[in-house]
């Protein structure tokens, strides 16, 4: 089956520390990645997302980039602040899926962020 | 644009009560999710309705469980009688699929926390 895995958090950093959070996957057939986040009493946002290999997706200063050698999708960001304290979800859906199966999001575990002043 | 709206927030009831969320999802958008999020996990889908039809239902235990989305739009999820393992987070989302769309956007609501004591 598909699967999404995480680092285990929770991940603390200073501002303007280099975040780093982890992910990896296996799918049944080729997958788009997404990393979404969630902020504390809301719901869940769409961060970025890559749809094909070597893609880099971007948004509010993070960055991943679907490695299909490596079956990686591992978010960056080259200076935190304190608004980025959240949790960060990993998730792929199948393109192409028989089934609906492109459209099940299949998500990792979170990792919760903590930025300090 | 309005995003996609639950209630109520917040649920707490006990055991073997019956209970029901809301959801009104993003105006065009033709397909709708549930989701339960257990604490410290990742969402997982409980049923897809596309339309007024529900598509995939398999991950949803249909002995307690129960959704309608009549008329294609806002959807209603029901579990009765509740049990203690119920206690989560019920997330609904939606998208918009159809031809020059990204069919694998989903767009979340912030959420029922539902507490059954």
């Known amino acids: 089956g598909n699967s999404v895995t995480q680092m285990e958090g929770p991940v603390t950093l200073s501002e303007e520390a280099f975040l780093t959070i982890n992910c990896t996957y296996t799918a049944t057939g080729y997958p788009s990645l997404f990393w979404y986040v969630q902020y504390p009493g809301e719901g869940l946002q769409l961060l970025l997302k890559a749809t094909k290999a070597d893609d880099k997706g971007s948004n509010k200063g993070f960055e991943a980039t679907y490695r299909k050698e490596t079956t990686s999708f591992h978010l960056e960001k080259g200076s935190v602040q304190v608004s980025d304290s959240a949790v960060y979800f990993c998730?792929?859906?199948?393109?192409?899926?028989?089934?609906?199966?492109?459209?099940?999001?299949?998500f990792g575990k979170g990792t919760l962020l903590t930025v300090n002043p | 644009e309005a995003g996609v709206v639950q209630s109520p927030r917040y649920k707490i009831i006990e055991k073997k009560q019956p209970v029901a969320f809301w959801c009104n999802p993003i105006?065009?958008?033709?397909?709708l999710y549930w989701y339960r999020q257990n604490l410290g996990q990742g969402p997982e889908l409980l049923i897809r309705?596309?339309?007024?039809?529900?598509?995939?239902d398999s991950q949803l235990p249909k002995d307690r469980f129960s959704a309608e989305r009549l008329k294609g739009v806002d959807s209603t999820l029901k579990i009765q009688p509740a049990e203690l393992g119920d206690s989560a987070v019920y997330l609904c989302?939606?998208?918009?699929?159809?031809?020059?769309?990204?069919?694998?956007?989903?767009?979340f609501g912030p959420g029922t926390r539902l507490t059954v004591t």
């Open positions: 989302a939606s998208s918009q699929h159809g031809s020059g769309t990204f069919s694998y956007e989903q767009y």
């Open positions: 309705y596309e339309n007024e039809e529900a598509v995939d």
């Open positions: 998730a792929l859906t199948l393109q192409g899926g028989s089934g609906g199966s492109n459209y099940k999001l299949t």
């Open positions: 105006s065009g958008h033709n397909t």
